[in-house]
Each structure stands twice: as C-alpha cells, then as structure tokens.
C-alpha cells in the first residue's frame, strides 16, 4: 500500500512541478508567436478548447515526454496535465490582454529561449550519436588517475562551528598551544563562546587535487581554520585511510565522464571551425579586451569535474569541502 502511496505522490509532485515551473516560459514562448505578430496554428488532434484556443494531442505528449511519467501512470497524468495546458492558455490569453508580450523585456527573454534551443538542436544535429567509451578509455582512465581510485585517500575530520565574530587573536592563539580538538572545545566553553560539533568524511575522489595533497601531507590531529562567511570551522584531521576502488567499481562514473568530455570536445571543435569561417567584429574595445583574455583563459567552457569513483560518504554538512580551496591553515 506504501508502495502505490509513495508513487502516486511521486507522481502529483512530478506533474505539479510540471504545471507550475512551466509557466513563465510557457507565457513567454507562446506570447512570442502573438508578438511576431500572427496567430500560429497548432497541428493536431483537439482535446479541448480555451476561448477558441485548441490544445492539441501533440501538445499533450510534448508534457509527458518533458515530464518523464512512466507509462503505467499515463493515463492519469495526462488529465493532470491537460488542466495545466488550460491555466497556461488561460493566463497567456491575459497576459497577449495586458500587452505583457510587448514588454520589452519580456521580447528579450523570448529572443534568448530561441535562440538557445536553435541553438542546441544545431548542436544535437551537427555532432549526431558520439560513440560510448571503450573498455580500453575507460581502463586507460583508471589507470592515469590513481589519486581516484586504486590509491583513493579518505579524510576524516571532526568539526567545530562558531560564529565568524567570536573569531579573534585570543582564540587564534588557544588553537596554538591545543595538541587537540577537545581542548579548543574546553576554551571556547570556559569562554562562554557557543559552538556545534560536526564530523565529516570525504576522498580524494572528492576534492580538488591541490586540497588532497594538502590534506595528505598533514598529520593526524592536525588543526586549521576555514572561514565561510558568517560562520566559521575549526577543524582537526582526525584520521587517513586508504580507500581504494576497483575497476569495476569505477566504470560506470568513468563512462559517464569520458561520454561527457567527448560532447564537449565535439562541441567546442564545432564552435572553433565556425568561429574560423566566420567573420566577427568586436565593435567595443572593451569587449574585445575581456573576450580575449577569456579566450586566452580557456573559460570559453567549463571543465567536467572528475568522476567520483564512490558516493561521499554520508556526513553531517553538506557543503563540500572542494569549494574551500583557500584553506586559512593554522
């Protein structure tokens, strides 16, 4: 009973975010066919009538599709979300009322959405079907990246939270003279300076390379401050492990990755043969100025994040420890 409970549920949510997240740019697509003027016809079947305004099968399946529904709870999702079809052709007939197509900022987010999706259905087309990573990428991988896998460090750390203002010289100075965690948690009570307790557990798979050797070159009990914002850590390296993973343990994230990083090389070798034939003015200096030094920069696209070989295991923060790469070492 739980079973069918927790699936329905799944799926109310699942057309209910549909419904609702769909919206605005539903509003703005559509308002847009009104505001390159002319009434665009809409091919197929007709389930139902708004004000004269067909929503059609095809309209229909086009939601289904976006919102991934299994096939055995079709039936009942399409009537959920053919009454979200009628509200947004309710509320964009208001807003073609309101002239709300007209804004022009509204004109402007039209123009990008189109734009993007040209854009990527180029993309899609022009690379076509990229070949899934062999079983000798995918070997070759693991073995270039021990610090991944076959020689994966875990990090065990114990935590204390304070607030960024009760960090001062005084206590700079008790973290100093502590051989441990546990005598900066008996300063901070003797000082009235209130603080949680935290722990955390993360490999090598998980950081950033530079903050894994960091981290591999301290001792156990090693103590050091990371400030984030309005709070800040006190941390004491409590323990580290060899954590290795197996190939086969491996393959699955590493054929993710490779089949990622070949999209990517495909696309940015399709935008480099286009950039070469094409002829591109930088009418503002500026511009031109910052689009070099990004181009030189190589930001043009971001880099994938290596794999991760394991899930992370469970802690009680989760903010990753990667994005603390300006570890503030004591």
């Given at each position: 009973?739980?079973h069918?409970?927790?699936?329905?549920?799944?799926?109310?949510?699942?057309?209910?975010?549909?419904?609702w997240?769909?919206v605005?740019?539903?509003?703005?697509?559509?308002?847009?066919?009104?505001?390159?003027g002319?009434?665009?016809?809409?091919?197929?079947?007709?389930l139902?009538?708004?004000n004269?305004?067909?929503?059609t099968?095809?309209?229909?399946?086009?939601?289904?599709?976006?919102?991934?529904?299994?096939?055995?709870?079709?039936e009942?999702?399409?009537?959920?979300?053919?009454?979200?079809?009628?509200?947004?052709?309710?509320?964009?007939?208001e807003?073609?009322?309101?002239?709300?197509d007209?804004?022009?900022?509204?004109?402007?987010?039209?123009?990008?959405?189109k734009?993007?999706?040209?854009?990527q259905?180029?993309?899609?087309?022009?690379?076509?079907?990229?070949a899934?990573p062999t079983?000798a990428?995918?070997?070759?991988?693991?073995?270039?990246?021990p610090?991944?896998?076959?020689q994966?460090?875990?990090?065990?750390?114990?935590q204390l939270?304070?607030?960024?203002?009760?960090m001062?010289d005084?206590?700079?100075?008790a973290?100093?003279?502590?051989?441990?965690?546990?005598?900066?948690?008996?300063?901070?009570?003797?000082?009235h300076v209130?603080f949680?307790r935290?722990?955390?557990?993360?490999t090598?798979?998980?950081?950033a390379?530079?903050l894994s050797?960091?981290?591999a070159?301290?001792p156990a009990?090693?103590?050091?401050?990371?400030?984030?914002?309005e709070?800040?850590?006190?941390?004491?390296?409590?323990?580290i492990?060899d954590?290795?993973?197996?190939?086969?343990?491996?393959?699955?994230?590493?054929?993710?990755?490779?089949?990622?990083k070949?999209?990517?090389?495909?696309?940015q070798?399709?935008?480099?043969?286009?950039?070469?034939?094409a002829?591109?003015e930088?009418?503002?200096?500026?511009?031109?100025?910052?689009?070099?030094?990004a181009?030189?920069a190589?930001?043009?696209?971001?880099?994938?994040a290596p794999p991760?070989?394991?899930?992370p295991?469970?802690?009680?923060d989760?903010?990753?420890?990667?994005?603390?790469?300006g570890?503030?070492?004591?």
């Amino acid at each position: 009973m739980n079973h069918f409970h927790n699936s329905g549920l799944t799926l109310r949510r699942s057309v209910a975010n549909t419904r609702w997240s769909g919206v605005a740019l539903v509003l703005l697509v559509a308002v847009g066919l009104s505001a390159c003027g002319g009434k665009e016809k809409r091919v197929g079947q007709a389930l139902a009538s708004v004000n004269g305004e067909e929503i059609t099968v095809l309209q229909l399946n086009d939601e289904l599709q976006h919102a991934n529904v299994p096939a055995v709870q079709q039936e009942t999702a399409s009537k959920q979300l053919l009454e979200s079809l009628i509200d947004r052709q309710l509320l964009q007939n208001e807003a073609v009322k309101d002239k709300i197509d007209r804004d022009p900022k509204v004109v402007q987010a039209i123009e990008r959405a189109k734009a993007l999706i040209i854009a990527q259905a180029y993309m899609q087309k022009r690379i076509g079907a990229i070949a899934k990573p062999t079983a000798a990428e995918v070997e070759e991988y693991f073995n270039k990246n021990p610090q991944y896998f076959s020689q994966r460090k875990q990090f065990d750390m114990r935590q204390l939270l304070i607030a960024t203002a009760d960090m001062n010289d005084d206590l700079k100075a008790a973290m100093d003279r502590a051989k441990s965690l546990e005598e900066v948690a008996a300063w901070l009570d003797a000082h009235h300076v209130k603080f949680g307790r935290m722990q955390l557990s993360r490999t090598s798979a998980d950081l950033a390379p530079e903050l894994s050797a960091k981290l591999a070159s301290m001792p156990a009990g090693q103590l050091f401050i990371v400030r984030e914002g309005e709070r800040t850590l006190l941390i004491s390296l409590a323990d580290i492990k060899d954590s290795p993973v197996v190939l086969a343990q491996a393959t699955p994230q590493i054929e993710q990755f490779l089949f990622n990083k070949k999209n990517k090389d495909a696309a940015q070798a399709e935008l480099k043969r286009l950039r070469a034939s094409a002829k591109i003015e930088y009418l503002n200096k500026t511009e031109k100025s910052a689009s070099a030094s990004a181009s030189a920069a190589g930001v043009s696209v971001p880099v994938p994040a290596p794999p991760v070989a394991a899930p992370p295991a469970p802690s009680a923060d989760n903010g990753e420890v990667n994005a603390r790469a300006g570890l503030g070492l004591k």
